[in-house]
T-cell receptor
Framework: SQQGEEDPQALSIQEGENATMNCSYKTSINNLQWYRQNSGRGLVHLILIRSNEREKHSGRLRVTLDTSKKSSSLLITASRAADTASYFCATDESDYKLSFGAGTTVTVRA | GAGVSQSPSNKVTEKGKDVELRCDPISGHTALYWYRQSLGQGLEFLIYFQGNSAPDKSGLPSDRFSAERTGGSVSTLTIQRTQQEDSAVYLC????????????FGPGTRLLVL
């Protein structure tokens, strides 16, 4: 079963615009991670936010975490064509298992 | 250094045949994971290795699926008597010690069962 659920399923934006996607989860977590996947191949880790953190930045990425609402958001600012990909949130479902959502597909139009 | 590698990149097989998928994790990473991703879907956890042992095999879809890891390094995922529903991308990942860390993914093996 999937713990994380991303919203929206798909997003299309113009180059230079910001893209925001959300992730909701069901059980308590130690941390939440965001990954990017290009062309259905391997995933690339973007950012990890711990349960005691509320916001984290990495370059053009900003992640927030609200443990009271069991939700997280990923913001990509000033999007580029290279940001076109699927984005997944992942939560530590147990001591050894990460649970991934179905992902948000982002298309950045030139 | 070298990342996680997987072979083959693509595999086409006939229904009923056995296939072996290989994963070479990052050197020194003790934790290794196998996932399956069907078209347009998220990742389905299959199995986790800590060293050579697999504490949890419950994610394996059926007894046709098995995995092993030797020498705390290379892992092989074997699917016996493949079925069409086994068609998917099989992804391997490794991390230094445990799941509460960044996982480094290989490029995946795209399996097509005809």
């Amino acid at each position: 079963s999937q713990q994380g659920e991303e919203d929206p399923q798909a997003l299309s934006i113009q180059e230079g615009e910001n893209a925001t996607m959300n992730c909701s989860y069901k059980t308590s977590i130690n941390n939440l991670q965001w990954y990017r996947q290009n062309s259905g191949r391997g995933l690339v880790h973007l950012i990890l936010i711990r349960s005691n953190e509320r916001e984290k930045h990495s370059g053009r990425l900003r992640v927030t975490l609200d443990t009271s609402k069991k939700s997280s958001s990923l913001l990509i600012t000033a999007s580029r064509a290279a940001d076109t990909a699927s984005y997944f949130c992942a939560t530590d479902e147990s001591d050894y298992k990460l649970s991934f959502g179905a992902g948000t597909t982002v298309t950045v139009r030139a | 250094g070298a990342g996680v590698s997987q072979s083959p990149s693509n595999k086409v097989t006939e229904k009923g045949k056995d296939v072996e998928l290989r994963c070479d994790p990052i050197s020194g990473h003790t934790a290794l994971y196998w996932y399956r991703q069907s078209l347009g879907q998220g990742l389905e956890f299959l199995i986790y290795f800590q060293g050579n042992s697999a504490p949890d095999k419950s994610g394996l879809p059926s007894d046709r699926f098995s995995a092993e890891r030797t020498g705390g390094s290379v892992s092989t995922l074997t699917i016996q008597r493949t079925q069409q529903e086994d068609s998917a991308v099989y992804l391997c990942a490794s991390s230094p010690r445990r799941v509460q860390e960044t996982q480094y993914f290989g490029p995946g093996t795209r399996l097509l069962v005809l």
